[in-house]
């Protein structure tokens, strides 16, 4: 079964610098691989969204890559603020079932 | 803008009860879904629906589980019988179009259930 991999460790970032977050997979591509915010004790908020034809899209600081063959998504927040720590979480939607598949997600602090 | 609002917040029920766990999806959209997230554990797909039935469900979503619309703005997922282990938050979520489509589900605000 598809199986899908975020940093379980927590990412300290420096305020302005950009944060990178890795989301692996194994097994076959999804039909499109999605980003999420989640805050504590909230509901995921849609991030960003990505083929898997796209090689990026962006969206004002935010920044994600989408490579089948290593089977990976990268997210980048440029001009890290304190605002935007959060956990984020990878999601694949699978064509096969018409699910989306999540990822544990990576906690994100962005220190002042 | 829009949103999602699920009722209640938090949920407290003794083992073995029925709980329905209520949510208002966005109104001008047709696919609903239940998620539930064990605390600091990953999210899990639940069921989706459409045009009022089942669309997708997962291994989780058990006879013990079902989904209801029992009018035109509320979605209602019932548990029958609860267990401990189905302590966890619970989301509704709901998109204009779903399945097949690079559509974006948005996402209530969640359902805490306690069983006790």
């Known amino acids: 079964s598809q199986k899908i991999e975020q940093n379980s460790e927590a990412l300290n970032i420096q305020e302005g610098k950009t944060a990178t977050l890795t989301c692996n997979y194994t097994n076959y591509s999804p039909a499109y691989l999605q980003w999420y915010r989640q805050d504590p004790g909230r509901g995921p908020v849609f991030l960003l969204l990505i083929r898997e034809n796209e090689k990026e899209k962006r969206k004002e600081r935010l920044k994600v890559t989408f490579d089948t063959t290593l089977k990976q998504s990268l997210f980048h927040i440029t001009a890290s603020q304190p605002a935007d720590s959060a956990t984020y979480l990878c999601a694949l939607f699978m064509d096969s079932n018409y699910q989306l598949i999540w990822g544990a997600g990576t906690k994100l602090i962005i220190k002042p | 803008e829009p949103e999602v609002t699920q009722t209640p917040s938090h949920q407290v029920t003794q083992m073995g009860q029925e709980v329905i766990l209520r949510c208002v999806p966005i109104?001008?959209?047709?696919?609903f879904y239940w998620y539930r997230q064990i605390l600091g554990q990953k999210v899990e797909f639940l069921v989706s629906f459409y045009n009022n039935e089942i669309s997708e469900k997962s291994e989780i979503f058990d006879d013990q589980f079902s989904v209801e619309r029992p009018d035109g703005s509320n979605f209602t997922l019932k548990i029958r019988s609860t267990k401990l282990e189905d302590s966890a938050m619970y989301f509704c979520?709901?998109?204009?179009w779903g399945r097949g489509g690079t559509d974006t589900q948005y996402f209530g605000p969640g359902t805490r259930l306690t069983v006790l």
């Open positions: 109104s001008n959209h047709l696919y």
């Open positions: 979520a709901s998109s204009e």
